[in-house]
């Protein structure tokens, strides 16, 4: 079993940046794919950064150069920096990992089993 829970939320405005961390428990999160989604009202769940189980990154073409994503291994934690704010970016945020050690990790290539609650992010113009 797997529990993410996700911090770092906030409001802030255009050009701005928020660090969003994530706190993993359970001993199979880091064997497969982890990575951070948003959704925005009224839209899909959309992937924003991918982590294979070696560390490798990849992030899809509208955070690519804005967004970071690292882990500290030995704080069980992810983060996800985000620089350069758009309002666009407004969303609820979430933390996520597919424990399948099998398959790809790169950007849009899996989906998660589990979830963490979300936070919220909001970028004013």
């Known amino acids: 079993q797997v529990q993410l829970v996700e911090s770092g939320g906030g409001s802030v405005q255009a050009g701005g940046s928020l660090r969003l961390s994530c706190v993993a428990s359970?001993?199979?999160?880091?064997?497969?794919?982890m990575g951070w989604f948003r959704q925005a009202p009224g839209k899909e769940r959309e992937e924003v950064a991918s982590?294979?189980?070696?560390?490798?990154?990849s992030y899809p073409y509208f955070v690519k150069g804005r967004f970071t994503f690292s882990k500290d291994n030995a704080r069980n934690t992810l983060y996800l920096q985000m620089n350069s704010l758009k309002p666009d970016d407004t969303a609820m945020y979430y933390c996520?990992?597919?424990?399948?050690?099998?398959?790809?990790?790169?950007?849009?290539?899996?989906?998660?089993?589990?979830w963490g609650q979300g936070t919220q992010v909001t970028v004013s113009s």
């Open positions: 982590m294979d189980s070696n560390g490798s990154t």
């Open positions: 359970g001993n199979t999160y880091s064997r497969g794919c």
């Open positions: 996520a990992v597919r424990t399948a050690s099998f398959g790809a990790c790169y950007s849009g290539s899996w989906w998660p089993n589990y």
